[in-house]
């Protein structure tokens, strides 16, 4: 049981560039997010998923897109790097709602420059 | 809307120190409360939990109350160790739907020998 992964660990970006950071969770869980997180400043949500072909955006969406076609991925894609999308970037997922914890993957650093 | 707000950083100990890491919360309603703790390098993992007013939730020494009418979880440990060094983060769960998680800006542990 892996939980949530995230690929790559590490990444750097030159502006402009696009990619997509990857996030899978084999607890067949509905709910899925993706947070940055920034020097001293906690984590802001940035989309969010309750489940397959459900997406909605969270405090920080600009920027990014994400879609889910299966309930274990939930991709991010960052169109146009700028360099205010240097962060680590976390994706959880939780089984339901009602006080569940959310499951954190490992973390993916980008740097754009 | 809702938000968390939690002791400023770094704390510095000694280790077998009484900790206390404060936080309060404006929400409406009455949503979960979480403490989630992050070693270095890693995601974030749930320390401990309360779903509802004056529940206590526990963990590895680690205690938290949930009371209502000071919207506060303030998390303590009798006796701290080197091991707990590491960044803890206070949230609550947003009751709106999404179960997004909205966190304090956390708050950075070190214990010494």
């Known amino acids: 049981n892996a939980g949530v992964t995230q690929t790559p660990k590490f990444r750097i970006l030159k502006i402009g560039q696009s990619m997509t950071l990857q996030c899978t969770q084999d607890?067949?869980?509905?709910?899925m997010y993706w947070y940055r997180q920034d020097p001293g400043m906690g984590l802001k949500l940035i989309y969010y998923s309750v489940g397959a072909g459900i997406t909605d955006k969270g405090e920080v969406p600009n920027g990014y897109n994400v879609s889910r076609s299966t309930t274990e991925d939930f991709p991010l894609r960052l169109e146009l790097a700028a360099p205010s999308q240097t962060s680590v970037y976390f994706c959880?997922?939780?089984?339901?709602?009602?006080?569940?914890?959310?499951?954190f993957g490992p973390g993916t650093r980008l740097t754009v420059t | 809307g809702n938000s968390v707000t939690q002791m400023e950083g770094p704390v510095t100990l000694s280790e077998e120190a009484f900790l206390t890491i404060n936080c309060t919360y404006t929400?409406?309603?009455?949503?979960?409360l979480f403490w989630y703790v992050q070693y270095p390098g890693e995601g974030l993992q749930l320390l401990l939990k309360a779903t509802k007013a004056d529940d206590k939730g526990s963990n590895k020494g680690f205690e938290a109350t949930y009371r209502k009418e000071t919207t506060s979880f303030h998390l303590e440990k009798g006796s701290v160790q080197v091991s707990d060094s590491a960044v803890y983060f206070c949230?609550?769960?947003?009751?709106?739907?999404?179960?997004?998680?909205?966190f304090g800006k956390g708050t950075k542990l070190t214990v010494n020998p």
């Open positions: 949230a609550l769960s947003d009751l709106g739907g999404s179960e997004k998680l909205v």
């Open positions: 607890m067949n869980h509905n709910y």
């Open positions: 929400a409406t309603g009455y949503p979960s």
């Open positions: 959880a997922s939780s089984p339901d709602r009602g006080g569940y914890e959310q499951y």
